[in-house]
């Protein structure tokens, strides 16, 4: 096995290498949900743990990864079947919130709270209320704005992400992006607009980037991070108002 199938094989692309030894996922006609149609087994010993990899998958097998799915939904699927070394370390995969009436505008944060790791929902507790908040109050909800994380797996203890960890998620993040096609992309917290925006949040917050010629990004504080300073709230609500007034044009 050439080292890269061996990546897929690690990353959970099991169907990618050999479609009778590991079944394929096909999805039910009437009510949607995944079913795998496997072959009788042949032995009884795991090749490869299912979850720990052996080795470190390489960014560029992500990056191929990320790349084939042609729809939101098989990209989640891919999400939650994807091998990241941080998988042994969670209890849930903290997959995007894909909003059912979307209007250009997406979120995204920095890791799952411990919140998060226990509901496998994104921005939930007090920051997903006081996110609700914000978005009410620009006359928004959930069911509008796309929501993802940097990373899908909270860190052991909440440590900062390596690097290799980020590059990992991040194929998945940039999918993401293009599936919605956001025109605007609202990034909370210090790690994304690092990774996202490319700006040092405490210098540049609420300055516009440009991800893309027809995406802009603009840096705010997370949510947490207002709740333990309230005073920074104002800043914020200059940004998201600003926001509210560029989505009318788009």
Same mark, same amino acid.
């Given at each position: 096995m050439n080292n890269f199938l061996q990546d897929l094989y690690l990353a959970g692309v099991k169907w990618e290498l050999d479609e009778t030894a590991f079944g394929i996922a096909r999805?039910?006609?009437e009510s949607g949900a995944l079913a795998t149609t496997k072959a009788p087994r042949v032995a009884t010993t795991a090749i490869v743990p299912p979850i720990s990899?052996?080795?470190q998958i390489a960014p560029?097998?992500?990056r191929a990864m990320a790349a084939r799915p042609a729809? +939101?939904?098989a990209l989640l699927r891919m999400i939650m079947e994807f091998n990241h070394p941080l998988r042994a370390g969670v209890t849930n995969v903290v997959l995007p919130h894909i909003a059912s009436n979307p209007n250009k505008l997406m979120i995204i944060t920095d890791?799952?709270?411990s919140e998060d790791d226990a509901s496998g929902n994104i921005l939930s507790g007090p920051a997903g209320e006081l996110l609700d908040k914000m978005l009410t109050a620009i006359g928004m909800s959930r069911e509008n704005v796309h929501i993802t994380p940097l990373l899908f797996w909270r860190t052991p203890g909440g440590r900062s992400p390596t690097e290799a960890e980020i590059a990992l998620s991040r194929p998945f993040v940039d999918r993401i992006i293009e599936l919605t096609e956001p025109r605007i992309i609202l990034t909370f917290g210090t790690l994304s607009a690092a990774? +996202?925006?490319n700006l040092d949040l405490m210098h540049h917050h609420g300055e516009m980037a440009t991800l893309v010629p027809d995406i802009k990004v603009f840096p705010v504080y997370h949510p947490n991070y207002?709740?333990?300073k309230p005073g920074a709230k104002q800043a914020v609500w200059?940004?998201?108002q600003n926001i509210q007034n560029m989505l009318k044009s788009v």
């Amino acid at each position: 096995m050439n080292n890269f199938l061996q990546d897929l094989y690690l990353a959970g692309v099991k169907w990618e290498l050999d479609e009778t030894a590991f079944g394929i996922a096909r999805q039910d006609a009437e009510s949607g949900a995944l079913a795998t149609t496997k072959a009788p087994r042949v032995a009884t010993t795991a090749i490869v743990p299912p979850i720990s990899p052996i080795v470190q998958i390489a960014p560029e097998t992500a990056r191929a990864m990320a790349a084939r799915p042609a729809t +939101i939904e098989a990209l989640l699927r891919m999400i939650m079947e994807f091998n990241h070394p941080l998988r042994a370390g969670v209890t849930n995969v903290v997959l995007p919130h894909i909003a059912s009436n979307p209007n250009k505008l997406m979120i995204i944060t920095d890791i799952p709270s411990s919140e998060d790791d226990a509901s496998g929902n994104i921005l939930s507790g007090p920051a997903g209320e006081l996110l609700d908040k914000m978005l009410t109050a620009i006359g928004m909800s959930r069911e509008n704005v796309h929501i993802t994380p940097l990373l899908f797996w909270r860190t052991p203890g909440g440590r900062s992400p390596t690097e290799a960890e980020i590059a990992l998620s991040r194929p998945f993040v940039d999918r993401i992006i293009e599936l919605t096609e956001p025109r605007i992309i609202l990034t909370f917290g210090t790690l994304s607009a690092a990774n +996202i925006a490319n700006l040092d949040l405490m210098h540049h917050h609420g300055e516009m980037a440009t991800l893309v010629p027809d995406i802009k990004v603009f840096p705010v504080y997370h949510p947490n991070y207002l709740i333990l300073k309230p005073g920074a709230k104002q800043a914020v609500w200059t940004v998201l108002q600003n926001i509210q007034n560029m989505l009318k044009s788009v």
